[in-house]
């Protein structure tokens, strides 16, 4: 191929195992791959997108993606990394996360393609649904045995009592052999013969590619199957990659706005902003040693932060999104704030104003009309005291709504941003929140 799959993924630092001959196959044609996604809610978050991404980047090598959403799998739940049983979800609950997914795996591939190596999309509950138990037990589990299945990390974990297990139901044990059957399924059905994921799929993948080539008897010839993870993403402080103060970073804006999804990627610390812009973005090697050079040059203009955060709320957004969350960003300093603040929904207000000093006021004290000295001090203990408050007002360093005010102003309903905010500035550096509640 004229694009090296595997040799652009492992200068990205994006590969962790690869099974012997997965390289030369993917050198040698155009070949078929896939990864599951787990559907354990309505959307994916930000740990999702490396396998998105390594769905891309096998497409633009000329290789044939399948997203595959686990209808069937979710209803079991992967023990991959988990120490105790999941809770089961209603078939309502998965088919409406089934379709939450495939709509958010539609946004990054596309499913409708002509190309001869246009991505597919599907759900292994339409290949297991008319499974009976007694042929699955036939022509399934007799082909691996228990010891086999015993030795995989996610299972000895589990029965060893780590990190506070309680054991493994024989529901999540036969998690390996589903996943392994699809992928003996997607083998004969569609010629796929890689499958992808995270380092802690390697169990699973593996026994997939064991099930193709035990369940493939009676030829001259081996059926060939291949397997390939990547690293699980990881902080430099060791902290866990994915959530924010509010939780999971999702990538629908319903979920978390695009504001805040920007301002994820912008915060992002140096050596993280390093590893990830090789991870999250599809510039090339050059341009990214040029934009580490650049930035180690000059740390405090933050030069990775800037571009990782373009170039992935881009991706996964638009750059339409991506305009409006930096104009976001910038409304503070705006020197047309009433007009620019009016343009923000409600949402990504709470999420602008969520990192500033607030304090809430009772509605009636700003219908009453709230004197400004007791807003700055014995209110909201923003500034130390009432003197302090009176000698901000005196120099003209005080702002409601970045309009200077002077200590005979009175906040009222007409104060209001979105009825519920206020912005108060004493100085250039101090701002401050009043919440309306």
């Not at 939780?247 to 912008?266: E, P, R």
């Not at 390093?274 to 580490?292: A, G, H, M, R, V």
């Not at 002077?406 to 500035?425: G, H, M």
């Amino acid at each position: 191929m004229a694009n090296k799959f595997v040799e652009e993924l492992r200068w990205r630092g994006m590969v962790h195992d690869i099974m012997p001959g997965t390289e030369e196959q993917l050198d040698k044609e155009m070949t078929t791959a896939y990864i599951g996604f787990d559907p354990t809610s309505d959307s994916l978050h930000i740990g999702s997108l490396v396998p998105i991404i390594l769905l891309v980047h096998l497409e633009k090598a000329g290789h044939k993606p399948i997203a595959l959403v686990g209808g069937a799998t979710g209803m079991i739940g992967d023990p991959s990394g988990k120490s105790d049983e999941r809770n089961l979800l209603d078939e309502d609950t998965l088919a409406h996360n089934v379709a939450g997914i495939k709509n958010v795996l539609s946004r990054f591939l596309d499913f409708n393609s002509k190309e001869k190596n246009a991505p597919v999309l599907v759900n292994n509950y339409d290949w297991m649904k008319d499974f009976t138990f007694i042929d699955f037990a036939r022509d399934v589990g007799k082909r691996i045995t228990v010891n086999y299945m015993m030795a995989k990390d996610s299972v000895k974990k589990r029965f060893s009592g780590e990190e506070g297990s309680v054991g493994m139901s024989f529901t999540e044990f036969t998690y390996q052999l589903i996943q392994g059957y699809d992928f003996y399924h997607l083998h004969k059905e569609m010629d796929c013969k890689l499958q992808m994921g995270g380092s802690d799929q390697w169990g699973n993948i593996t026994t997939g590619t064991e099930l193709v080539r035990r369940m493939n008897v009676g030829g001259d010839t081996v059926a060939k199957a291949f397997a390939m993870t990547c690293p699980l993403i990881t902080k430099a402080d060791g902290s866990k990659f994915g959530k924010s103060e509010g939780g999971n970073v999702w990538l629908d804006a319903d979920k978390t706005s695009v504001y805040k999804f920007y301002q994820f990627w912008l915060n992002t610390t140096d050596e993280d902003a390093e590893k990830y812009i090789k991870i999250f973005t599809f510039l090339d090697k050059e341009t990214i040693e040029n934009l580490i050079t650049e930035h180690n040059e000059n740390p405090g203009a933050r030069l990775l932060q800037k571009r990782l955060s373009e170039e992935v709320t881009t991706f996964v957004h638009s750059k339409e999104a991506l305009d409006e969350a930096i104009e976001t960003s910038q409304v503070l300093f705006s020197r047309n704030f009433k007009e620019d603040i009016k343009k923000i929904n409600s949402t990504t207000l709470d999420d602008l104003f969520s990192d500033i000093k607030t304090a809430e006021i009772k509605r009636s004290q700003i219908e009453s009309g709230l004197d400004i000295i007791a807003a700055l001090s014995a209110e909201t203990n923003f500034l130390s005291s009432n003197g302090e408050a009176r000698r901000s007002l005196k120099a003209n360093a005080v702002s409601v709504n970045k309009e200077k005010v002077d200590e005979n102003y009175i906040i009222q309903t007409s104060d209001l941003i979105a009825d519920k905010y206020i912005v108060l500035n004493s100085g250039k550096k101090n701002t401050y929140i009043i919440k309306v509640v």
